[in-house]
C-alpha cells in the first residue's frame, strides 16, 4: 500500500495543481495515450482540476478497442469451429463483432476460456494434445514480451496444438498518424509508462524533434499524471520539444533489454489496421517467419470474414481524440456497458466506458482553442 498511497496523496497533489494553474498562461492541449491513464483521469476528476485553458485529449492507447473488427470476426470465427479451445482475456469476451461476440460463441457450445496469461493457454495445449488450442495475442508493446515468450517456448516443446491470432500495435507510429492528421490539435504527449518500461524512450526524440511536441513519460497514479501535466505545461510555456521521463521508478531509457531481444526474435514490424482510424504503416507486429506455423491466421482458413460497424458508432473519432464520448449519440442511450456498438464502450480502458462509469454523462463547453503556431511543426 505504501507505494500506492505514496501516489495519492492529496497536500502534494494540491502544490502540483497550484503550481500547473501558476504555469499555465495559454491555452495548451496535450494527449494522453494510454487508456489507463484516461481512466485514472476520469475517476479521479483529474481534466476537471487543471487550469479551463489545459485540455486533456483522450488517446487511442486502449488495446482492446483498436483491435480491429476483422481480427474480432477472425476470432469468432475460430472459436466457433470444433475441436478448437479459443483462450482469451476476459475483456475481449464482450467486445461486438460484425454480428456477435465471444460470450455468444460460447453460449452457442464454443470453447471459449478466460486466462491470466498466455501461459494458461500453453498448459491447456500442453494438457489437451487432441485439440487445438488458440491465444487471442492482442495488445500494445506492453503485452507483446510475454506473447512472444509463449510463442518462443511453444516451439521449444514442439507443441504443435497451439497458436496465436496475433493484433499487436505499436505506440510510435500511432503518434506519427495523430500528428499528420489535418484535423490535429494535439501539442504533446504524455507517453504511457508501462510500454516505455518495455521499450525505453529511444523511439520518442525523433518525433519530439519531427513535431516540435514535448513528450513526457508519466505514470498512472494521480500524482503521476498531474507531475506529467506540469512538466508537459512547463515545455510548452517556455517553448521547448523534449523528451522527459517523469515515471523514473519503472522506466529507463534502454527499456527492458530480455523483454526486447524476446520481441525482436518472435515478431517482425508490419503494417496494422487500428478500429476506427485506419491502417497505419508499420504500427504493428506479426509473428517473423521463422514462427509463422504458430499464427492462427495462417493455421485456420479464415480469409472469408466479412465486416461490418455499427453506423451509430464514433469510437474513431473518439481514439483520435477529435471527439470526447459524451458527443456521440449513442452514448449512454442506445450504447451503454451492458449494450456496448464498440470496442470503447467495453474495455475497463475505453474512454466511453470511463465516461459512462464516472458519470461525465453531459458533454462539456468547447475548450479554448489552442494556440496555432504551437500545432505540428
Ligand atoms: S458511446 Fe458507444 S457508440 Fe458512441 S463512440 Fe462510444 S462505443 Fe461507439
Known sequence: ???????????????????????????????????????????????????????????????????????????????????????????????????????????????????????????IARRNPDRQVVFFGIGFETTAPANAMTVHQARRQGLRNFSLLVSHVRVPPAIEAIMDAPECRVQAFLAAGHVCSVMGTTEYPSLAERYRVPIVVTGFEPLDILEGVRRVVRQLERGEHRVENAYPRAVRAEGNPGALRMIEEVFEVSDRAWRGIGTIPRSGWRLAEAYRDFDAEYRFDVTGVRTRESALCRSGEVLQGLIKPNECEAFGTTCTPRTPLGATMVSSEGACAAYYLYRRLAAAPAPAAPEEASIVG
Not at 495519492?8 to 502540483?16: E, F, G, Q, T, V
Request: glycine fraction near 8%.
Open 1 to 123: 500500500m505504501k507505494y500506492i498511497q505514496e501516489f495519492n496523496d492529496p497536500d502534494l497533489a494540491r502544490r502540483l495543481l497550484e503550481d500547473i494553474h501558476a504555469t499555465a498562461t495559454r491555452p495548451w492541449a496535450m494527449m494522453e495515450v494510454c487508456g489507463g491513464q484516461t481512466h485514472s483521469i476520469i475517476r479521479h476528476g483529474i481534466d476537471q482540476l487543471l487550469p479551463d485553458t489545459v485540455e486533456l485529449i483522450h488517446g487511442p492507447g486502449c488495446p482492446v478497442c483498436v483491435t480491429p473488427l476483422e481480427v474480432i470476426d477472425k476470432a469468432l470465427e475460430i472459436a466457433s469451429r470444433p475441436g478448437v479451445v479459443f483462450c482469451s482475456f476476459g475483456d475481449m469476451l464482450r467486445v461486438p463483432g460484425t454480428d456477435r461476440d465471444l460470450f455468444r460463441v460460447r453460449g452457442e457450445g464454443g470453447d471459449v476460456r478466460v486466462v491470466y496469461s498466455p501461459l494458461d493457454a500453453l498448459d
